[in-house]
T-cell receptor, first 115, second 111 residues
């Protein structure tokens, strides 16, 4: 199947700093990628839809100025958590699909810990 | 997007068949049913997808009754490594592939 990677896999940062997470589709192009957040023992929550060449679409309740998304190319989307605080500590997962009618492939996730 | 309801957890033993039923009473005509598996600290992994009747692949079967208001994921002869959370999702493939995850079912396979 198609492969999606994320970098870094784990990051620890101080409160107030910004953290960038990369999501790459390794063997296919994706005009749309999705970003999820998952807290311990909970389900995945969709944060935003990342569209190549245009602005991301954020879900209700997700602050677009705090979670900056840039879909720079057909194989790369980045999520920047700005001015991170301990409550932003979570597991961040991206996904992408080779085509509109294909299943989504998920990245391995990024564990963010804000001290 | 149609809402799904699954049991919170299920226990099983190695070698047994595990059946997880998902309710999706408000499923729309264009909606497909997709199941994902997730291990701790990993991204979800696609298991199977179907629209109606029965779909089978190398890892699972998916049974969908005629009214499509529910579906059952069947995992044959589970092993300890099948311990995971299983998510049932319903959505329109053409609607940008947007997925809404429900609570999932935590399956524990015991020796």
């Amino acid at each position: 199947g198609a492969v999606v990677s994320q970098h870094p896999s784990r990051v620890i940062c101080k409160s107030g700093t910004s953290v960038k997470i990369e999501c790459r589709s390794l063997d296919f192009q994706a005009t749309t990628m999705f970003w999820y957040r998952q807290f311990p023992k909970q389900s995945l929550m969709l944060m935003a839809t990342s569209n190549e060449g245009s602005k991301a679409t954020y879900e209700q309740g997700v602050e677009k100025d705090k979670f900056l998304i840039n879909h720079a190319s057909l194989t790369l989307s980045t999520l920047t958590v700005t001015s991170a605080h301990p409550e932003d500590s979570s597991f961040y997962i991206c996904s992408a699909s080779p085509g509109e009618y294909n299943e989504q492939f998920f990245g391995p996730g990024t564990r963010l810990t804000v001290l | 997007l149609a809402k799904t309801t699954q049991p919170i957890s299920m226990d099983s033993y190695e070698g047994q068949e595990v059946n997880i039923t998902c309710s999706h009473n408000n499923i729309a005509t264009n909606d497909y049913i997709t199941w994902y598996q997730q291990f701790p600290s990993q991204g979800p992994r696609f298991i199977i997808q179907g629209y109606k009747t029965k779909v089978t692949n190398e890892v699972a079967s998916l049974f969908i009754p005629a009214d499509r208001k529910s579906s059952t994921l069947s995992l044959p002869r589970v092993s300890l490594s099948d311990t995971a959370v299983y998510y049932c999702l319903v959505g329109d493939k053409a609607a940008g592939n947007k997925l809404t995850f429900g609570g999932g079912t935590r399956v524990l396979v015991k020796p």
